[in-house]
C-alpha cells in the first residue's frame, strides 16, 4: 500500500462538449421563460417540499424581446472561442492517469481524513471489506437484489398516508429509476499506528507501508440512485430542524468554539469522547425509539400533515432495505443505518440526543446540582465526537465514561484525555491558567493537498483560495503570536502548490483585516429569488456564453416587463466541475471478474407488444457495416433512451429518442402504422409499404438524467453519426 503525501497535483482538462453547453444554454433560456410566464400570476404553493424536476417549458411568442434575446444566445457560436488553450499536463501523464483508472491491480481511495490518496493493491482491499462483510451480524448475503420489492414497500407507504404527501411527493419518492448501490471502504490511515510511524520514519512524498495490520475501513454505501435514496432526502428535510433542539448540538468547529467559555477553573482537564462505529451499531429499535421520542416532545417543529406513523414507518424502510452490491455479491445490513444515505447524520444525531436525555437523568441522581448543570452545559457534540471540560477530580471522570458506556450495550465510547490542551474536529483547545485559547489543529497524516495553482480550473476558484484558507486560521486560532506562526505555514504550504507570493499574501492581508467577532459570528443566509443561475461546465476552451447572457441584457430590457423582471446582477454564473482526478481514476464499484458485456433483453411479460420486435444482444450491425453497442443493459420496460428502428424490407434505420418506457413508445409507431390519420413522421408510412408493417427495434443509449433537453441533443448526436435515411 503506498500513501501519496502530495497527492496527484494536476486536474486533467476535459476536451469540449458542445453538446452540454447547448443544453446548459437552453436550460437557461427555459429559466427565463419560466420567470416571464409566472411574473404575472400567483404562484401556486402546494407546499410540497421535494418534487420531481419539471421540463415545462412556456410557448414562444409571449414576449417579441424575450423571443428574440434567446434567439442571439442561442445562434451565438459555441464550437470554440478561437483560442488553444495549453494542456497543464503532458501526454504521458495523461497515459498514466488512463491507466491508474484502469488498472484492476490495484485500488486507488482517498483517505477517511486528511485528503491523502491511498493506493491498495485489490486483494489487500478486498480482504479488508470482507472483514467487515462476512459480520453476520451486520451484514447478510442476498441471491438476488431487493430494489424492486423496496419500491413496493415505498409505494405502499405513500398509499397508506396518503394525507402525508402532496401528489409532487409522491410521485418524487415513487416515479424514478432506481440503480443498486456499491459498497467501498475509506481508509483511516489517521487511526493506524503503523502509518503514523511510517508517516514520521519516512518523510517523503509518498509513504509505503506493506499491509499494515491496523488499518480499519470506513464503510460507505454510494447509493444516488437507490431505492431508498430519496425517501431519505425527503425524511432527512422533515427532521433535521429537531437537531437544534438537541442540547449539546454542534453545527461545525466554528459553532464548537462558539460554545466555549473564555475561563474555566484552573484545575479542570480537557476530555474527548468517540463513539465506536457509530452508523454500523445503532440498533434499529433504538433508533426508532429515538425518532418518535423526538417528533413527539417537538411536534410543532415537525409539520403537522407528517404522522408520527409515517415518519416511523419511512424510517424503518430505509434502515431496513438497506441492500448493495460489492464484488457482484449482493448484501442486506442488519444493524445500523447505511454512510452514505442522506438523513443517516440527522438520525445519528437524534439517536446521540436520545441517549444524552438518559445520561442527563443519571447525572442529576449521582451529581450535585451545581455539577450536573455545569457537565449538561459543558457536553458538546458533532456526530460521535463529543467534547467536555471536567472541573471534578480526574479520577471521578472515569465513573463518568463507564456512564456513557451504561446507555446502551451497542453504543460504546472511547475517551482521550488532555490536561492542558485536546484535539477537538479541526481545533486545538488549550489551557493557560484559566484562559481558554483555540490553535487550528492538522492531525500528522493531513498532506496539506490544496488545489494546485496550474490545475484547470476559473481563475476566480484559485485566486480565492489563500483567502479562504487564511480566513479559516484567522477564525480558529485566537493567540495572536500562534496565527502569525499558522499563516507563515500557510505560506510555505500554497508555495509548494505553485501560487504567486504577492497572490498569498494579499489573501492573508485580507482575512487579517477582518476582526475575530466578526468571523465567528453566526451568519444569517439571505436568498435573493430573482437570482437565476447559468451553469456551464468548465472548460477553457469554450466561448465565455454567460459574458454574452448579460451584455446582450439590452435587448431584453426593449421590454417594460422583462426589464422589472431581470436585471444583468440576477444572471448568476455558476461552473459545473468536470471529471477531476478522483473522479478518473477513484470508483465505488469493485469487482475481481471481467464486467459483463451491456446487453438488451425482452422483458418477458405476455401483454408486451414489444418483445417480438426486439432485437436483443450485445450490438446490431447496420446496412453501412456500424456497429451499435448499448452503454447499458435495458429491455422493453426501460424508460428514458435512445433507440434505432430497422426496416426489415430495406434494412435501413431510425433514430428516435423517448423520455418514457421503450414499450410505450413502440405501441405509438405500431399505431402510427396502421392508422394514417395519426402519423406524424415519415417513418410510418415507409414501415408500412416497405416494412409490411413488420420493423426491429434495438435501444442503445440510456440517459443518466431525465433532462428532455439534454436526451434531444443526445439523439441529434446520433442522427449525424450513423446518419440514418428514415429520419430525412
Not at 39 to 54: C, I
Request: aromatic share 8%; glycine share 4%.
Amino acid at each position: 500500500m503506498k500513501i501519496l503525501k502530495r497527492g496527484l497535483k494536476f486536474t486533467p482538462k476535459p476536451g469540449k462538449n458542445v453538446l452540454e453547453l447547448q443544453t446548459d444554454i437552453q436550460e437557461f433560456c427555459r429559466k427565463l421563460r419560466l420567470k416571464e410566464y409566472f411574473a404575472d400570476k400567483e404562484e401556486q404553493q402546494d407546499g410540497s417540499l421535494v418534487r420531481n424536476k419539471s421540463d415545462f417549458n412556456p410557448p414562444r411568442g409571449r414576449d417579441q424581446h424575450l423571443d428574440g434575446y434567446i434567439e442571439t444566445l442561442s445562434k451565438f457560436p459555441i464550437e470554440s472561442n478561437g483560442e488553444r488553450k495549453r494542456n497543464n499536463i503532458s501526454r504521458e501523464e495523461r497515459a498514466a492517469i488512463h491507466h491508474l483508472g484502469s488498472d484492476t491491480s490495484i485500488v486507488i481511495k482517498e483517505a477517511d481524513k486528511g485528503g491523502t490518496i491511498v493506493i491498495m493493491d485489490s486483494g489487500y482491499y478486498m480482504e479488508k471489506v470482507e472483514e467487515q462483510l462476512k459480520d453476520t451480524k451486520y451484514y447478510k448475503e442476498l441471491q438476488e437484489p431487493i430494489d424492486e420489492n423496496t419500491m413496493r414497500k415505498i409505494q405502499r407507504l405513500v398509499s397508506k398516508h396518503p394525507n402525508c404527501t402532496t401528489e409532487k411527493e409522491a410521485d418524487f419518492l415513487t416515479k424514478f429509476e432506481c440503480k443498486t448501490s456499491h459498497f467501498y471502504g475509506l481508509p483511516k490511515v489517521h487511526k493506524s499506528s503503523e502509518i503514523q510511524k511510517a508517516v514520521r520514519q519516512q518523510n517523503s512524498e509518498h509513504v509505503e507501508v506493506y499491509r499494515p495490520n491496523d488499518l480499519k475501513l470506513r464503510p460507505i454505501v454510494a447509493g444516488p440512485s437507490c431505492a431508498t435514496h430519496r425517501l431519505s432526502e425527503f425524511l432527512d428535510i422533515i427532521l433535521k430542524p429537531l437537531c437544534q433542539k438537541i442540547p449539546s448540538f454542534l453545527k461545525d468547529d466554528i459553532d464548537f468554539i462558539r460554545s466555549l467559555p473564555a475561563e474555566i477553573d484552573e484545575n479542570s482537564i480537557f476530555a474527548s469522547f468517540d463513539v465506536t462505529s457509530l452508523y454500523t451499531n445503532i440498533p434499529h429499535d433504538l433508533g426508532l425509539q429515538a425518532i418518535n421520542y423526538w417528533v413527539n416532545r417537538y411536534r410543532d417543529t415537525v409539520e403537522s400533515r407528517f404522522s408520527t406513523e409515517f415518519i416511523a414507518e419511512a424510517m424503518e424502510i430505509i434502515l431496513k432495505n438497506n441492500s448493495f452490491i460489492f464484488n457482484s455479491q449482493h448484501y442486506l445490513q442488519l444493524v445500523g443505518t447505511a454512510m452514505g444515505t442522506k438523513v443517516a447524520p440527522t438520525y445519528a444525531n437524534l439517536v446521540m440526543g436520545f441517549l444524552e436525555q438518559k445520561l442527563y437523568q443519571r447525572i442529576e441522581e449521582q451529581y450535585q446540582t451545581e455539577t450536573s448543570k455545569h457537565i449538561k452545559k459543558a457536553w458538546k457534540r458533532f456526530l460521535d465526537d463529543c467534547f467536555l471540560y471536567w472541573n471534578l477530580p480526574a479520577e471521578q471522570l472515569k465513573d463518568f465514561h463507564d456512564q456513557l458506556n451504561s446507555l446502551h450495550p451497542a453504543i460504546q465510547f472511547t475517551m482521550e484525555i488532555g490536561e492542558e490542551q485536546i484535539p477537538f474536529l479541526d481545533v486545538l483547545v488549550k489551557k493557560r491558567g484559566s484562559k481558554i485559547t483555540t490553535d487550528i489543529y492538522y492531525k500528522d497524516t493531513d498532506n496539506h493537498q490544496y488545489l494546485d495553482f496550474h490545475s484547470s480550473h476559473p481563475s476566480h476558484t484559485k485566486r480565492n483560495i489563500p483567502y479562504c484558507l487564511a480566513r479559516r486560521i484567522c477564525t480558529i486560532v485566537d493567540d495572536r503570536e500562534t496565527l502569525e506562526r499558522r499563516l507563515e505555514e500557510l505560506v510555505f504550504y500554497l508555495t509548494k502548490q505553485h501560487y504567486p507570493l504577492q497572490l498569498i499574501e494579499a489573501g492573508i492581508q485580507r482575512a487579517k483585516a477582518i476582526p475575530i467577532e466578526e468571523l465567528r459570528a453566526e451568519k444569517n443566509k439571505e436568498t435573493d429569488n430573482n437570482i437565476i443561475p447559468f451553469v456551464t461546465t468548465y472548460i477553457p476552451e469554450q466561448p465565455n456564453v454567460i459574458s454574452v447572457a448579460r451584455t446582450n441584457i439590452p435587448i431584453l430590457h426593449r421590454s417594460d416587463k422583462m426589464k422589472q423582471i431581470i436585471q444583468a446582477k440576477h444572471i448568476l454564473p455558476s461552473k459545473r466541475q468536470p471529471k477531476n482526478l478522483k473522479k478518473l481514476i477513484t470508483k465505488a464499484n469493485f469487482s475481481t471478474g471481467q464486467a459483463p458485456k451491456n446487453r438488451i433483453e425482452k422483458c418477458g411479460d405476455s401483454r408486451c407488444g414489444t418483445c417480438k420486435h426486439l432485437t436483443v444482444g450485445e450490438q446490431i450491425i447496420l446496412k453501412n457495416g456500424m456497429n451499435i453497442k448499448p452503454n447499458a443493459n435495458m429491455n422493453c420496460k426501460t424508460k428514458n433512451l435512445v433507440y434505432c428502428i430497422t426496416c426489415p424490407g430495406c434494412s435501413e434505420w431510425y433514430i428516435g429518442q423517448t423520455g418514457n418506457s421503450l414499450c410505450e413508445r413502440m405501441r405509438i409507431h405500431r399505431q402510427q402504422i396502421r392508422s394514417v390519420e395519426t402519423r406524424q413522421i415519415p417513418l410510418s408510412a415507409h414501415l408500412e409499404t416497405c416494412g409490411s408493417g413488420h420493423f426491429l427495434v434495438f435501444p442503445f443509449h440510456k440517459m443518466t438524467d431525465l433532462n428532455t433537453q439534454k436526451r434531444i441533443l443526445k439523439e441529434n448526436t446520433f442522427i449525424k453519426l450513423f446518419k440514418p435515411k428514415l429520419n430525412s
